[in-house]
């Protein structure tokens, strides 16, 4: 069975730093590519990053030069690094595996809530 | 504002048929496969159709997907009350070179 399992959220100040993490069972995160999706309060979901199995990275506008993604592959588990938070990304960050070659999700996890305020 | 546009909302009757709407450009979903998710009230996404037409294995076949030029469409068939959600399409957009979704559309079954 698959499971992914975010922590790491909470209430943090504007201009903080946060670290979500994603610890997958069922998979291998190394082998398949992964991503960080956000739904903010009452709002759509947002595409925020995804990692290649190759470890090439790519990240939405919003987040480019505040957020990384990165995985531990001997914990078989997904990061994202979060620094120079702002309100807006306050969110629900949902992790999600890469399914095939077309940027389809198949497995999420429930979901770590990140509040941005002071 | 979303790249990949939806109707806010849809609603049917029960057993009826609705179907959902994604409008993107020659960017997105003009070249790229689309896929559908639901998400019903205080849960995580849920892949419905991958490479624009294709299930996962046990959703049902009520769910189809399709895919002309720019344009995507979720159909669903004999609605039930339990597919109540929100409904998002996704594609990779080269211009961003990064995965959109659509707004989201919220189907009510009346």
């Known amino acids: 069975e698959v499971q992914l399992v975010e922590s790491g959220g909470g209430l943090i100040q504007p201009g903080g730093s946060l670290r979500l993490s994603c610890a997958a069972s069922?998979?291998?995160?190394?082998?398949?590519?992964m991503s960080w999706v956000r739904q903010a309060p009452g709002k759509g979901l947002e595409w925020v990053s995804l990692?290649?199995?190759?470890?090439?990275?790519y990240y939405a506008d919003s987040v480019k030069g505040r957020f990384t993604i990165s995985r531990d592959n001997y914990e078989n588990t997904l990061y994202l690094q979060m620094n120079s938070l702002r309100a807006e990304d306050a969110a629900v960050y949902y992790c999600?595996?890469?399914?095939?070659?077309?940027?389809?999700?198949?497995?999420w996890g429930q979901g770590t809530l990140v509040t941005v305020s002071s | 504002q979303s790249v990949l546009t939806q109707p806010p909302s849809v609603s049917a009757a029960p057993g009826q048929k609705v179907t959902i709407s994604c409008s993107g450009s020659?960017?997105?979903?003009?070249?790229?496969?689309v896929s559908w998710y639901q998400q019903l009230p205080g849960t995580a996404p849920k892949l419905l159709i991958y490479?624009?037409?294709y299930r996962p294995s046990g959703i049902p076949d009520r769910f189809s997907g399709s895919k002309s030029g720019t344009s995507a469409t979720l159909g669903i068939t004999g609605l039930q009350t339990g597919d109540e959600a929100d409904y998002y399409c996704?594609?990779?957009?080269?211009?961003?070179?990064?995965?959109?979704f659509g707004g989201g559309t919220k189907l009510t079954v009346l």
């Open positions: 990692i290649y199995a190759s470890g090439t990275t």
């Open positions: 996704a594609t990779w957009d080269s211009s961003l070179s990064g995965v959109v």
């Open positions: 490479d624009n037409d």
């Open positions: 999600a595996r890469g399914m095939g070659r077309n940027w389809s999700f198949d497995y």
């Open positions: 069922g998979i291998t995160v190394s082998r398949d590519y």
């Open positions: 020659s960017s997105n979903i003009g070249n790229y496969y």
